[in-house]
């Protein structure tokens, strides 16, 4: 059974930072990263990292303002938000994947946590 459990969302002003963390118990995963689901809209890729922590992907979007990392001692990976928006704001989700080249589809993850809400006000 895959279970991941995210957190460090918030309340935030344009401008602000946050730190999301996720923590996955059960496997290891060859890739793990971060989608983020607005109120009627579809679940839209953020970042991923695969295990050597080597090889990471941003969308577009995010660019220059946030960083994927992972802990593959406590099997966690975590998501720096800087400069935040109010387009930031979203449901975020913790995902992993058994395959080393997810893509961005979400269908191509395996497991998902239950999100955490951020919210960046104007």
């Known amino acids: 059974q895959v279970l991941l459990v995210e957190s460090g969302g918030g309340l935030v002003q344009a401008g602000d930072s946050l730190r999301l963390s996720c923590v996955a118990s059960?496997?290891?995963?060859?890739?793990m990263g971060w989608f983020r689901q607005a109120p009627g809209k579809e679940r839209e890729f953020v970042a991923r990292?695969?295990?050597?922590?080597?090889?990471?992907y941003y969308a577009d979007f995010v660019k220059g303002r946030f960083t994927i990392s992972r802990d593959n001692d406590k099997n966690a990976v975590y998501l720096q938000m800087n400069d935040l928006k109010p387009d930031d704001t979203a449901v975020y989700f913790c995902?992993?994947?058994?395959?080393?080249?997810?893509?961005?589809?979400?269908?191509?993850?395996?497991?998902w946590g239950q999100g955490t809400q951020v919210t960046v006000s104007s």
């Open positions: 990292i695969t295990w050597s922590g080597s090889d990471v």
């Open positions: 059960g496997r290891t995963f060859s890739t």
């Open positions: 995902t992993s994947s058994s395959r080393m080249m997810p893509g961005t589809d979400p269908q191509r993850y395996d497991g």
